[in-house]
Structure formats: C-alpha cells, structure tokens
C-alpha cells in the first residue's frame, strides 16, 4: 500500500468512534479512538431537573469529559455524584450549565462517599446560567483547577 498513490486507495469510510490509532510520545507507542477525542470536544448532555440523583460512576459516563447541564422544570436541587477518586487518577471533568438555571434551581457536584472536592465532603453548587467548573482527580480527591460564574 506505501507504493499508492492517494488516488489510487479503496474510498474512505467514517469512523465509527471506536477505530484505535497509534501515537508516538517519547520512546512509548499508545493508543487511542476517534471516541477519546470527541469526548473533550462534544458535550454529554445531562437533563436534569429537581430531586434527581446522577450518579456519574454508571457506566454510561466513563468517559466524559465534557457535561452541559440543562435545567428542566421548575425550582429545586438535583444531585450530581462525582466518581469515586479512587477510580479516577488523572481524570478530569468539565461541567456547563445552559441558560435554563437561575437562583432557585440548583446542581450540587458532590464527591462520592467520603471522598473530597477541594478537601471537602461538601457539595460544589451551580446554580447560575452559563457557569462552569472544571474538576481534575489525582486518585485520592477532586480538585477545583477552575470556575467561571
């Protein structure tokens, strides 16, 4: 196939996400998807609304890295369960909320168990149209490297 012109290859398919590529950095080969780049590029959407709990250790957010949250409904306070630390060395996550939210409606980003966010058990609430948070793990707590309100 080195001997090809581009022309001359079969047409291209898309990707289908889960496609692995090689990467060189320093002396060690690793691998990668298309999936682990559009996950710091494309949001997962989370609705949310008041008296509900997300748990993001479910399986379904493994890989997010990227949450915009739209508020639906009417006032209240809805949960938001960060992994556990212990799951989650070198893992980070940035949060969005849409324009939906206001002083009444509020998502409170909690750590898991007695896990800690910023050396706290305690909530991190958003409750401000177009705030954003971004949460980095080094395997034993959450840290808060940077808001916007």
């Keep these: 196939m080195a001997?090809?012109?581009?022309?001359q290859l079969d047409s291209a398919s898309a990707f289908s996400g889960t496609e692995t590529f090689p990467l060189v950095q320093g002396s060690t080969t690793k691998k990668g998807t298309i999936?682990?780049?559009?996950?710091?590029?494309?949001?997962t959407n989370i609705t949310v609304e008041a008296d509900v709990t997300v748990d993001l250790a479910d399986s379904q957010?493994?890989?997010?890295?990227?949450?915009?949250?739209?508020?639906?409904?009417?006032?209240?306070?809805?949960?938001?369960?960060?992994?556990?630390a212990s799951s989650s060395q070198n893992r980070a996550i940035r949060f969005i909320s849409n324009?939906?939210?206001?002083n009444n409606t509020r998502v409170y980003l909690t750590p898991a168990g007695s896990d800690t966010?910023?050396?706290?058990?305690?909530?991190?609430?958003?409750?401000?149209?177009?705030?954003?948070?971004y949460v980095w793990c080094d395997g034993n707590e959450w840290f808060i490297i940077q808001k916007k309100a």
């Design 99 to 102: 324009g939906g939210f206001n």
């Design 35 to 43: 999936n682990h780049i559009k996950n710091f590029l494309i949001p």
């Design 117 to 133: 966010l910023d050396g706290s058990t305690n909530y991190y609430e958003i409750n401000k149209t177009y705030e954003g948070i």
């Design 61 to 84: 957010y493994a890989n997010i890295k990227l949450v915009k949250l739209t508020w639906s409904g009417g006032s209240g306070n809805m949960t938001l369960t960060l992994p556990s």
């Design 3 to 7: 001997d090809k012109k581009i022309s």
